[in-house]
């Protein structure tokens, strides 16, 4: 079965601190992607990383980076010094070729940066 | 990164009545278009996938007599709730993507309100 989960309903930290929201998936196929999407509190989804399943590398983006390892199944995606503005709903998801580049969805973690 | 936007953003309407929300690509060709539906802290729900110039693929479940969907160009889709009724209330979510983005974009979303 094609699955993602996000254990993480919901992760509260104060400003500065570093946070780390997990995904794990499971997937028959050899090709797949996953994704990372925020959602903050206007509702607008905003696309963060695509990872192909044969580019293991990770990759750091300013605050944000991204540790996939293919061993464990999982994407799991750090803030670095966290901000208010990273309050979110954060989803990681998955999609394959055979799909139609459907995405299956997590459920989300809420992310909460008080000040 | 492309940008899709979505009108109206938020709409009430009676019992009854239908309701047409419009997702456009602003600075690319979407090739597909996918509609979701989100209920409160929850996930995600594709409800159906567009294919320009085809008819759309509906997930199972979800009522096509219901939710028309329509995609007749490469920039616009529409999705016409017919006969609306307070269950189908709801955060609607277009996304739009082309061969040469394997991610999904999203429209800032729809608050319907049915009374």
């Known amino acids: 079965a094609q699955k993602v989960t996000q254990a993480q309903t919901e992760i509260s930290v104060v400003e500065k601190e570093d946070v780390t929201l997990d995904c794990v998936y499971e997937t028959r196929d050899t090709t797949y992607y996953l994704f990372w999407y925020k959602q903050p509190p206007s509702g607008e989804l905003v696309f963060l990383i695509r990872r192909n399943s044969f580019d293991e590398q990770n990759e750091i983006s300013g605050r944000y980076s991204w540790n996939f390892q293919k061993s464990t199944s999982s994407f799991n995606f750090t803030i670095t010094a966290s901000q208010v503005v990273d309050s979110a709903v954060y989803f990681c998801a998955l999609s394959w070729a055979g799909n139609n580049r459907k995405l299956i969805w997590g459920l989300g973690t809420s992310l909460a940066v008080n000040p | 990164g492309a940008v899709v936007s979505q009108h109206p953003s938020r709409v009430i309407c009676k019992s009854g009545t239908s309701v047409k929300i419009e997702c456009r690509s602003l600075d690319f060709q979407a090739t597909t278009m996918f509609w979701y539906r989100q209920f409160p802290k929850q996930s995600l729900m594709l409800m159906a996938t567009s294919n320009e110039g085809s008819k759309a693929t509906y997930e199972q479940g979800v009522e096509k007599d219901k939710f028309l969907i329509n995609h007749a160009s490469l920039t616009l889709s529409t999705l016409t709730v017919t006969s609306a009724h307070p269950e189908d209330s709801s955060f609607y979510i277009c996304?739009?993507?082309?061969?040469?983005?394997?991610?999904?974009?999203f429209g800032p979303g729809t608050r319907l309100t049915v009374t």
């Open positions: 996304s739009a993507r082309n061969s040469l983005y394997l991610e999904q974009y």
